[in-house]
């Protein structure tokens, strides 16, 4: 039997008193993906940021529960420490703190003991299939990389940590074609030899093109409005959100 990773209920999420999502059901199981499509300012950021905890997004009604515990009780980190990933639309620069650093420092808190040495060893692996350059393990996080090199950092901690579930919040915008392409080869990595469930917010199908896609939801004002499988991503692609957003 397939077993629950996440189970959304009827969540209600504030921004600044106002309501931004209102009454959102999402259930997942291990391993499986989930693609989030919706309009520009529909909520789907939101929905990750408050799975993630992120004080600014108030909870206000609804719960959600994470392999098997109830994630609104914990902090951001504990849900990180839980195996909950959130990878950024806009990752943020932390000058004095080095990629490597940062990643070793975030694998230590989710209880995992590496040598230096192997966790050198374990980043290279990785890195080279980012075809990221090794150099950039020892730069300050996010200081100074390009967009794509942003999100490649960001897929190359996914690939470290090894959380239970990544939500991916349009990690391939603004990508050019090799880095789609690269950055979706580390997320396929994660995918089948990790076996991570996946929530992926996108508007391109660039990133899906080798990934198994289990589910689409389309989230329009805030509501979840249909649920089906991969085939709905072509069909969103080929007519747009017009006839969903009579839904919402
Ligand atoms: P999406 O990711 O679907 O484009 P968002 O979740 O980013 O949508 O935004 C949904 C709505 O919530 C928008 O109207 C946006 O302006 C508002 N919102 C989101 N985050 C904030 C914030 N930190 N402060 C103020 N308004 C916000
Ligand atoms: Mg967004």
Same mark, same amino acid.
């Given at each position: 039997?397939?077993?629950?990773?996440?189970?959304?209920?009827?969540?209600?999420?504030?921004?600044?008193?106002? @309501?931004?999502?209102?009454? /959102?059901?999402?259930?997942?199981?291990?391993?499986?993906?989930?693609?989030?499509?919706?309009?520009?300012?529909?909520?789907?950021?939101?929905?990750?940021?408050?799975?993630?905890?992120?004080?600014?997004?108030?909870?206000?009604?609804?719960?959600?529960?994470?392999?098997?515990?109830?994630?609104?009780?914990?902090?951001?980190?504990?849900?990180? @420490? +839980?195996?909950?990933?959130?990878?950024?639309?806009?990752?943020?620069?932390?000058?004095?703190?080095?990629?490597?650093?940062?990643?070793?420092?975030?694998?230590? @808190?989710?209880?995992?003991?590496?040598?230096?040495?192997?966790?050198?060893? &374990?980043?290279?692996?990785?890195?080279?299939?980012?075809?990221?350059?090794?150099?950039? /393990?020892?730069?300050?996080?996010?200081?100074?990389?390009?967009?794509?090199?942003?999100?490649? +950092?960001?897929?190359?901690?996914?690939?470290?940590?090894?959380? &239970?579930?990544?939500?991916?919040?349009?990690?391939?915008?603004?990508?050019?074609?090799?880095?789609?392409?690269?950055?979706?080869?580390?997320?396929?990595?994660?995918?089948?030899?990790?076996?991570?469930?996946?929530?992926?917010?996108?508007?391109?199908?660039?990133?899906?093109?080798?990934?198994?896609?289990?589910?689409?939801?389309?989230?329009?004002?805030?509501?979840?409005?249909?649920?089906?499988? +991969?085939?709905?991503?072509?069909?969103?692609? +080929?007519?747009?959100?017009?006839?969903?957003?009579?839904? &919402?």
């Amino acid at each position: 039997m397939s077993q629950e990773l996440l189970k959304v209920e009827q969540l209600f999420v504030e921004v600044e008193k106002k @309501q931004i999502l209102h009454g /959102i059901d999402l259930q997942m199981n291990a391993g499986e993906t989930h693609v989030l499509m919706g309009p520009n300012g529909a909520g789907k950021s939101t929905l990750g940021y408050a799975l993630m905890g992120n004080p600014k997004y108030e909870v206000p009604g609804g719960a959600a529960v994470f392999q098997g515990e109830d994630l609104l009780a914990k902090s951001t980190s504990e849900r990180a @420490q +839980a195996g909950l990933f959130l990878s950024f639309q806009n990752p943020v620069e932390v000058p004095g703190v080095s990629l490597g650093s940062f990643i070793r420092s975030a694998m230590e @808190q989710r209880g995992e003991k590496i040598s230096l040495w192997n966790f050198r060893k &374990a980043v290279r692996k990785q890195m080279e299939l980012l075809q990221m350059d090794e150099s950039y /393990i020892d730069r300050d996080l996010n200081v100074g990389f390009s967009g794509g090199e942003k999100k490649k +950092a960001e897929i190359l901690q996914l690939l470290m940590l090894k959380p &239970a579930l990544a939500i991916l919040d349009e990690t391939d915008s603004g990508l050019d074609v090799d880095a789609v392409k690269t950055v979706s080869l580390g997320v396929e990595e994660y995918q089948k030899n990790q076996n991570g469930a996946l929530l992926i917010i996108t508007h391109s199908t660039r990133i899906l093109e080798s990934l198994h896609v289990d589910y689409t939801h389309v989230l329009v004002n805030g509501k979840i409005v249909a649920t089906g499988d +991969a085939s709905m991503i072509e069909e969103i692609n +080929a007519c747009g959100f017009e006839r969903y957003i009579d839904r &919402a």
